[in-house]
DNA sequence: GCAGATTAGGTTATAATGTTGCAATTCTAC
DNA sequence: GTAGAATTGCAACATTATAACCTAATCTGC
């Protein structure tokens, strides 16, 4: 499993880290990790919550980038498609990928207090997928989890 | 497992059941099925495809019913909140539950050619979340699975 | 280098989905 | 029947996402 970000890390490492893989990840595919594009990677990663595409439109405005909606969701598309971001379908929201390049389906843990979210491997994911091939005779091509609750701090405070 | 329903089956028979046990519910909780709630509920039951709530604000109008989205959100809230249908969160689209007044994690199948969906029941959901609590320190309150892919008839015709 | 092809980004408008706030009505319990 | 609660009507608005069309930058083969 990725760090628990519910202990304590150097989160510019995480940043760091996040950015260097995309840079390894485009030159190894061909395709280009453009300034946009990179500076969209490193707000997502700002923290370990998951960030709207809106609320990135007046940071890079900013910083003197385009910031049009098509602009933010172009560069989202990108990352999503590289497999460098994951969408929180149930916020309407992105987060950085832990481990970009590995083709893996994605669980998160969201707190519904604080936002901060966490990814999580787990071999039950794949199991559920294929029951329901076994039991429907369909094919799936994508799967989505996400846990809502409380993270630890949280449900301290509560 | 519920129903499966890509064999075949007399749909009228699940749109009956629905609206007898959502009767029920209801009565047993105290709270009214009203005409808009019960018309939402049936329209949301035609088939077995999710369908979205602007979807159902035409329908109603051709009925007499009024039809601004709160008016649909809310008849949705309430059948939400009884668990008599559940939020396809990937499509923004909603189903009927083919099991409530259970308390249960849902999963859902939906396919990406013809928009069918089939509730699933698996005892890995709840493993998934155990495992969260387990290695985070978190609480999980709501899971979210949603299987994407390809149906048997569409898996044929592809 | 250069021409043409490809990819990326700029701009404007609009579509799709969901919410807030308040007034009017209907129901329920006493 | 009357007060309080629940439900509905209504208008405006907020949020999220995409379409369409064009310009600019970059790459590829020569």
Not at 16 to 23: C, G, P, Q
């Amino acid at each position: 499993m990725s760090q628990n970000i519910y202990k304590h890390h150097d989160h510019h490492a995480c940043i760091d880290t996040a950015v260097s893989r995309a840079r390894d990840l485009c030159q190894e595919k061909g395709v280009r990790l453009t300034p946009i594009r990179q500076r969209v990677l490193e707000l997502v990663w700002a923290n370990h919550k998951p960030v709207g595409a809106y609320d990135l439109l007046p940071r890079l405005a900013e910083e003197g980038f385009n910031s049009a909606p098509p602009t933010v969701y172009r560069a989202l598309d990108f990352l999503l498609d590289l497999g460098l971001v994951h969408r929180i379908t149930s916020l309407n929201a992105f987060i950085g990928c832990t481990h970009p390049g590995e083709d893996h389906p994605t669980c998160f843990f969201v707190c519904r207090q604080c936002g901060q979210a966490q990814e999580l491997d787990s071999a039950e994911m794949s199991d559920i997928a294929r029951q329901a091939e076994a039991r429907l005779g369909v094919v799936v091509e994508q799967q989505i989890t996400e846990l809502l609750g409380l993270c630890p701090a949280c449900k301290g405070a509560a």
